[in-house]
């Protein structure tokens, strides 16, 4: 009669231990599910891209039910190198990289943000620059030669006569900041900006700089996801993404920023970037 009870205690024993085991084994799953990697262009210090785009990084980890990480590169060309790789599942990158990855590589435009860019040269206001000749010779600070606003400020520089790495110096700098440190410092004659890029810029220094030309208008940031997506995640995802800037997540958002909305992504706008396209893959190439 006891060696029967024993049995019994060591069933049950045993019943739970399995159990134990396989609830373990779910948690530990669960705990492993993958991340959703929002890659972000490298236009901030990693502290500060961080900081701005948490609203959003928040927004989606909520409405995805999974951990959503973060992510950039050192720098425009191997950021575009990790999109095309496909190490993001949700890009945010310029106009003339995300019509790359649609046309060559078969990405997914979802949505752009409003209003559009601009391509701002600037000068410092206690060392006016009489015009863009002015520039032979001179250094000009951008934030990267792969950004689109530079692109199309080096066009139109040209356009005026003066080619880059002849007749003037271009030197790149991690973000407009630090490019309008340097022309404050007198370490450049000017400097491409935009009107979302000063904002990002601390007020003092803000002040010491004036705007010489309005160079271009061009197409904000897309949002673009992998080819690879199903069609009902991609509309899901395009859905979310264009109600967050109703959402708190997306007014904290977009009041840090200088965009005031999440447009639908149109051809037409992406073909605005197409003029661009030669000097891009010539650069990255």
Excluded: W
Aim: charged share 20%; with cysteine.
């Amino acid at each position: 009669m006891r060696l029967l009870c024993d049995l019994r205690v060591m069933r049950v024993f045993h019943f739970f231990r399995v159990l134990l085991i396989a609830l373990l084994c779910s948690a530990g799953t669960a705990q492993a599910a993958p991340s959703f990697i929002l890659g972000v262009l490298p236009i901030h210090s990693a502290r500060v891209l961080t900081e701005r785009y948490e609203p959003l990084r928040a927004y989606l980890e909520k409405h995805l039910r999974q951990p959503v990480r973060i992510e950039s590169a050192a720098d425009f060309r191997r950021f575009h190198e990790r999109t095309l790789g496909g190490d993001f599942d949700l890009t945010i990158t310029p106009a003339h990289f995300a019509r790359l990855a649609q046309k060559e590589a078969g990405f997914i435009p979802l949505a752009q943000f409003a209003p559009d860019h601009d391509s701002l040269l600037v000068y410092a206001a206690d060392r006016p620059l009489r015009d863009i000749k002015a520039l032979r010779n001179q250094p000009l600070a951008v934030i990267d030669r792969l950004a689109i606003t530079v692109t199309a400020a080096l066009q139109h520089i040209e356009a005026q006569g003066l080619v880059a790495d002849r007749d003037y110096q271009v030197v790149e700098h991690r973000t407009h900041a630090s490019a309008a440190y340097s022309l404050i410092g007198g370490l450049s004659a000017a400097a491409v900006t935009t009107s979302q890029g000063i904002l990002q810029i601390p007020d003092d220094l803000r002040r010491k700089l004036v705007v010489m030309k309005h160079i271009a208008t061009i197409p904000a940031f897309f949002l673009i996801t992998k080819p690879a997506i199903s069609k009902r995640q991609a509309e899901y995802l395009k859905r979310i993404l264009l109600a967050f800037p109703a959402e708190a997540e997306g007014i904290d958002f977009l009041g840090h920023t200088g965009y005031n909305n999440l447009i639908p992504a149109s051809e037409a706008n992406l073909k605005r970037a197409d003029v661009f396209l030669q000097e891009t893959r010539k650069a990255l190439n």
